[in-house]
């Protein structure tokens, strides 16, 4: 306790963790699968992170730009706590720079933006009060990807988990397996982004590669941390069957109970061009899920379609009922279903 009391007092002054010194003079951030290697007053690929002499600091601990309850679903969490809400917090940066971002104005940061002096300085503390005030159930790091403000993400999980509240990563799932280790204890359940099952998707869309992000759904769901992952579905880039089975097949071996939710894109950022996801393709990407034998498959982003509905993967029956963001109905009797008594899969 001492130890990581005397941790959190140097992030506190600005000190990152998680970096290696190289033979060339050069200092390895480790946090996330890019391992960008910096010099003297140079920044890592999410701009958020700076060498300074012989260390590297973070520029945006505590440095608070978005801040909102949200419900649960919203993440989307669908089996962790169901209409709970959700504190939700993020600061400037992210590690990767994709075309269509919705939170550009948030994650993408300038060369020459001071992020240093940004948004409003809340100590963890705060954040866990906040919350309980606002009458959450969980602290979802989010908006933009959480592993670049990690520092102060894993302090607001720390002083979180000991108040009693669930910890959620809304991710990209580009952090190292070192990451993972650490968090596992505190972090309750993450969303990680599977964008597409081609690495020529990922390096043209979001300057990135798919294989770690693979590799850490496995890596989460063996530690232990409840996960859920999300599709954004683009019309002609992501969308075919081929990719799809892939994409599902792969979670169906790792775990069947893996929820996958297929979302509907709308054009932003720099991606203008492809319209939005019909909702005849959220349908087939979740029809293509169950066929493929994962238990859970949502589709979102299109009110009414009825493919927000939890059943029970044993007999059917209409477990949670869902509208949006909101829980219209939860039959789950202490986790299981009511009809046949099957556990449902999740944290209730």
């Not at 946090?31 to 300074?52: E, N, P, S, T």
């Not at 597409?196 to 990135?208: N, P, T, V």
């Not at 769901?221 to 599709?231: D, F, H, Y």
């Not at 899920?289 to 859970?296: A, I, P, S, T």
Request: hydrophobic residues 35%.
């Amino acid at each position: 306790m001492i130890e990581e009391l005397e941790n959190m007092k140097n992030r506190l002054l600005g000190s990152a963790g998680w970096w290696l010194a190289q033979a060339d003079g050069t200092l390895e951030c480790r946090l996330c699968a890019h391992g960008c290697r910096l010099r003297d007053g140079q920044r890592g690929l999410c701009g958020v992170r700076l060498r300074r002499n012989d260390r590297i600091d973070s520029l945006v601990y505590g440095r608070i730009v978005a801040e909102h309850v949200d419900p649960i679903e919203k993440k989307p969490i669908f089996h962790v706590l169901p209409g709970s809400l959700s504190y939700s917090i993020a600061t400037h940066g992210c590690n990767f720079r994709c075309l269509h971002c919705q939170n550009a104005g948030i994650s993408q940061v300038p060369k020459d933006m001071k992020v240093e002096i940004s948004g409003v300085y809340r100590k963890p503390g705060e954040i866990i009060e906040s919350a309980l005030a606002g009458g959450c159930r969980s602290i979802s790091y989010t908006y933009v990807e959480p592993t670049v403000f990690y520092e102060y993400a894993y302090d607001c999980c720390l002083t979180a988990f000991a108040k009693g509240l669930k910890n959620i990563f809304v991710s990209n799932g580009y952090m190292t397996k070192e990451i993972i280790a650490e968090l596992a204890p505190v972090l309750t359940a993450i969303n990680i982004d599977l964008k597409s099952f081609r690495d020529e998707f990922y390096k043209k869309i979001c300057g990135a590669r798919v294989q770690p992000v693979l590799d850490n759904i496995v890596r989460c769901r063996e530690a232990g941390i409840w996960v859920e992952v999300t599709t954004l579905l683009i019309p002609g880039m992501n969308d075919e069957d081929q990719e799809l089975t892939h994409i599902a097949s792969f979670l169906a071996k790792i775990d069947r109970s893996i929820p996958w939710h297929v979302s509907g894109y709308h054009p932003a950022y720099k991606m203008t061009g492809p319209p939005s996801t019909p909702e005849s393709t959220l349908l087939r990407a979740r029809q293509i899920g169950l066929d493929e034998g994962l238990h859970h498959v949502y589709s979102g982003n299109r009110c009414g379609s009825g493919g927000e509905d939890t059943s029970c993967p044993n007999c059917g029956f209409l477990l949670i009922a869902r509208q949006g963001f909101r829980v219209t109905a939860n039959r789950l009797k202490v986790g299981c279903c009511p009809a046949c008594n099957q556990p449902l899969a999740g944290i209730w």
